[in-house]
């Protein structure tokens, strides 16, 4: 497996944001899962596979974290060009949602947006 990375301490709320050129599966794991991930074992991540960016996660939890981004197989790798930043908390974002995730996940992402839609509506005021 070819992959890119970045690992970097971050804080509950605080925003992940990726950049790729095409589509790629992008992974967002603690340090011990990313751990497991290079010695090729079973490992627990969030996200999938992104086909729009920017990728967007909102970290649920202080660790160390690492965004990852897969290029492919070791025989038949893919150019990637990606650029990762992490954003100061900001309640009007949500976590990208994607391409390969469950229907219960993609359903439960529509009513947060909404709800945050609905929330953005409310905060303004006339006068």
Not at 2 to 22: G, H, M, N, P, S
Not at 55 to 74: A, H, L, Q, T
Not at 79 to 94: E, F, H, M, S, T
Not at 101 to 113: I, K
């Amino acid at each position: 497996m070819r992959f890119l990375y970045k690992q970097t301490q971050a804080k509950k709320k605080e925003v992940f944001e990726v950049e790729i050129d095409r589509p790629a599966k992008v992974k967002f794991m603690t340090a011990s899962e990313f751990k497991r991930y290079k010695n090729a074992r079973t490992h627990s991540f969030y996200g999938g596979t992104f086909e729009e960016t920017p990728v967007r996660f909102v970290v649920p939890f202080d660790s160390v974290w690492c965004v990852v981004i897969e290029k492919g197989s070791y025989r038949s790798p893919v150019d990637i060009v990606a650029g990762v930043k992490l954003l100061p908390p900001d309640r009007n974002y949500l976590s990208s949602i994607a391409v390969d995730a469950p229907e219960h996940l993609r359903l439960q992402m529509s009513v947060d947006e909404d709800e945050v839609n609905a929330l953005s509506q409310a905060g303004r005021s006339e006068g």
